[in-house]
């Protein structure tokens, strides 16, 4: 009885990678119906089923595709030609073929579907049409997976042959013919088994490193170099060319614009980049939402593009190639862009940004903008997107393998959508840094740059700020975690106080954080296994890892590392006030500032009006009609002492180095010294105590502690009056 | 209970331990470990076992003993518990012997702390009591 559920199972598997064929074929013979090629593969196909469902004795099966393979064998033989509501006929055949497949992959029966409507209508399209014919078309829709709205008018899609590579006409008898279906999880297996083998060459390189037998040493590495290829070889029978996920694509393309009343060609290009199987699988279903929804949305109806003085046919373009280790898939359309205008005001009115944040941020953060949930621009729901739950998923499936989304969009030439992937999730690209002692992998994706303090740098790079340690970024302050105390290990520093500082920047979500290691030592391929159940609990291991050497080693879970030190903690609070539509306070009121310490004084300042954060020694000040000046960029930028401006007294050494705040108006610069940058901080202000002369818009509490929020133009006006004395225009704008 | 039941036996200070046989992968000498910080104190460290990572779980400090003193490094008894394979670190390694399945008696009521939930009873053998380790529960470790 097994022997028979082995065949059923065969036979469905077979059928099904048949039927995948016989789409693609289809699409191909409706562009160009002399084709005897493919006629004869269709032929073939439909005639290996009914021959198979023939003997396990699946009748529905077998009259359907009898009639299927009647019409057929009429076209091969020429007695037929081609007409579009043949080439419905046969998509409704195919269709109808699944549907019964699948009953009897799910309940081990053809069900209860009635298919004589369908018989009847291919039995019908075997005659040829007199004059007549055209008035009586063939009714289609007895069956459920057609659908309704199929018209049998000449459908709107081409494909164009990979342009890559010769066609691929005539090659696929012989490729099946030297293929077998392997269990993947034998694969697996393999992939384990060869792991090992790796690691046993190592141990026998190291000892014939010591050995002067050179008879030994050819040998080793004659084992090296195959134990290298077979390596190679087993990591590439999980690969997958991506052409087999977009095979799909003709068929989902082509139904889709009939259903949307549009013409849409679709084109693909490196169809044979390869990809792990897991790989393809998890990114199947994001593709094909981007396809619906360039279709839906991206590309503008017929009328429309006249009117834009495009051809009537859109072109959507699937591109794929390697690059730096990583799959580079892009979806391209011709359609009408992104509107940038309404996401902006979509975005503002479901409360996802503030008014101010929407003037601020670039069109690419716009563009952006569409990958959040809940989030759909389509003025009309349609059954096939706009319903808001889409991007958002696509983009989390892309990042849960460790992936990434970008949109670029131009608007009236398209919208093209990128994915980075990459390559394996078996094996993946790690930096391997060292903590006393003990090496741990972090993963590549989530690197961002690597910093190094030396000599002066060591003990002023990183400073407290009231306890939370940072290190000023590019005049950004950026979180910094130790993993030695992160992780409880010994805090001692061995290396002594001088030893050089390594910082590993870090993005997780969508904040970043530095992380201190003792040292790093490299970036290696690492193969993730999983971590027992013992210690599945531990949020900050990814996974472990065999090392060259044949030790173990961590792999550290990135987010989780930032969420046991609250690095991410905070953005994640912080991005929800900011998206709390119904937060109690006016969305005005909130701004970004930036906070510094002057004497016993905490000053604050709007974020926006500060060019940049800069450190600058002492010694590097010059005197330039009888001001303070330094040399900043190729320009000479004034030094304005805000202590002595406000009259507070400092305890700041003042030879040591300046820390001073870039304010730029009008292309010129001018920089306040102040004694600390403390922190940038997103709050509401409400002004408690105004007035306190003119520099002053008013006081404020902020972070718990009473802070006074400086009005610069004004104040640098009294200061430096000749320095943005050229319109007075522009100080009306400012004050 | 006819035939006999096999266990693979091994010292923890002067308490002679076995594990049934079949739950027995195999016993190796001490292996370089690393080790995992912030896991619990019981895990000793995660040893690679021909491309297979495998937990190291210290027995005694599973059992609620005092530490290992003495030179000697630890033997690793790899067990398979369900799906998981699992590296116990005991000792010493005794042999492999063959019990009457008529000794085993069910631990006193009086045997308290950890080893109440670890310990399935005893084989009353002439020279002295083997303790029978229960694996499952060995390798589930509460966590701190």
Known sequence: MSDLQDIVKDFLVESYENLDQLDRDLVRLEQDSASAEELGSIFRTIHTIKGTCGFLGFDKLQSVAHAGENLLSKLRDRELTLRPDITTGLFSLVDAIRQILANIENLGAEGEADYCDLIRTLIALQVEPSNSARDDEPRIGSHPASGTGIQADPPAVQVEPDQAGPSSDGRHSSISDGTIRVDVGLLDKLMNRVGELVLARNQILQFTGGSSDTELHSAAQRLNLITTELQEGVMKTRMQPIGNLWSKFPRIVRDLAIHCGKEVRIEMEGKETELDKTIVESIKDPLTHIVRNAIDHGIESAAERLAAGKTVESCLRLRAFHEGGQVNIEISDDGRGLDLARIRQKAIDRGLITLDQAMRISDREVAQLTFTAGFSTAAQVTNLSGRGVGMDVVKNNVEKIGGTVDVHSQPGQGTTIKLKIPLTLAIIPALIVTCRGDRFAIPQVNLLELVRLAGDQVHRGIESLHGALVYRLRGQLLPIVYLCRELGLDDTTSAGEDAAINIVVLKADDGQFGLVVDSINDTEEIVVKPLSPQLKGIPVYAGATIMGDGKVALILDVLGTAQRAHVVGEVRDRMLTEHRGDAPKPVDNRQKLLIAKLGNRRLAMPLSTVSRLEEIPAAAIEQAGGQDVVQYRGAILPLLRLASLLGVSTDTDPSGELQVIVYSEHGRSVGLVVDRIMDIVESSIDTLRSGQGNDVFGSAIVQGRVTDLLDLPSLIRRADAALFDNSTSAKGVLA | ?144
């Open chain 2, 1 to 144: 209970m006819t035939s006999a039941p096999q266990f693979c036996t091994f010292f923890l200070d002067d308490l002679y331990f076995g594990v049934e046989v079949q739950r027995v992968q195999e016993v190796i000498r001490y292996q370089e470990m690393t080790r995992v910080p912030l896991a619990s104190q019981m895990i000793a460290g995660l040893i690679n076992l021909r491309g297979q990572i495998v937990t190291a779980i210290d027995l005694r400090k599973r059992l609620g003993i005092s530490d290992r003193r003495g030179p000697n490094q630890p033997m690793n008894v790899i067990v398979c518990e369900g799906e998981s394979v699992v590296s116990l670190l005991v000792d010493e390694i005794s042999e492999v012997i063959a019990v009457d399945a008529s000794a085993f008696e069910n631990p006193p009521e009086t045997l308290r702390g950890p080893a109440r939930s670890l310990i399935q009873g005893a084989y009353k053998l002439d020279r002295q009591l083997l303790l029978v380790l229960n694996t499952a529960e060995a390798v589930h470790v509460p966590s701190d």
